[in-house]
């Protein structure tokens, strides 16, 4: 009964994504980076940091896993479950190579807090983080993200990434 209940579930994520996926009409919008990253080294980084756009009023993104050497965390696609506009009520469920994470709170234009929930790979149990990711607002750095206008060139840029979980499976343009 459980795996059924999270083929199920992970059928109905799938979803979310893959109507993004299935038509490339319309502009994708950049929202914002969000990050709390860390160093007392210069050399290790830790902590998190979230890339947000929007396509056909749906968001989508990457979630970066900084745990280790600084430059190219680990990475993956949201899957955003639920959005409310109205509050800024966000929820997703993210994987990455080391673990997997499922996000409960507040997007807003300055920040995204809220609830993290982190199970590294493999394992049941999960950790509870209170995080506030104030938002990374240099115009040069919106100017890169605002690059990609479309579903087609989002997936060409992303899908290169290598540790970028999820972003062949959700994001592939249909032909």
């Known amino acids: ?34 990050e709390k990253v860390e160093s007392s080294t210069g050399e290790h980084c830790y902590g998190y940091s979230v890339d947000i756009w929007k396509h056909n009023n749906q968001l989508f993104g990457l979630f970066h896993y900084h745990t280790g050497l600084c430059g190219d965390p680990p990475c993956g696609v949201l899957d955003v479950a639920r959005y409310d506009v109205r509050s800024g009520k966000l929820k997703f469920n993210v994987a990455t190579r080391l673990s997997n994470f499922q996000f409960l709170g507040t997007l807003t234009r300055d920040s995204l807090s809220g609830s993290l929930q982190e199970s590294p790979s493999g394992q049941t149990l999960w950790t509870n983080e209170s995080v506030v990711l104030p938002r990374k607002g240099t115009q040069q750095d919106d100017k890169f993200y605002e690059m990609t206008r479309s579903v087609s060139e989002w997936h060409a840029r992303y899908d290169s990434y290598g540790r970028c979980m999820g972003v062949t499976a959700y994001m592939k343009p249909s032909k």
């Open 1 to 34: 009964m459980r795996i059924a209940s999270l083929i199920i579930t992970m059928c109905v994520a799938c979803g979310s994504l893959a109507s993004l996926a299935a038509e490339d009409t319309g502009t994708v919008v950049f929202i914002g980076s969000y």
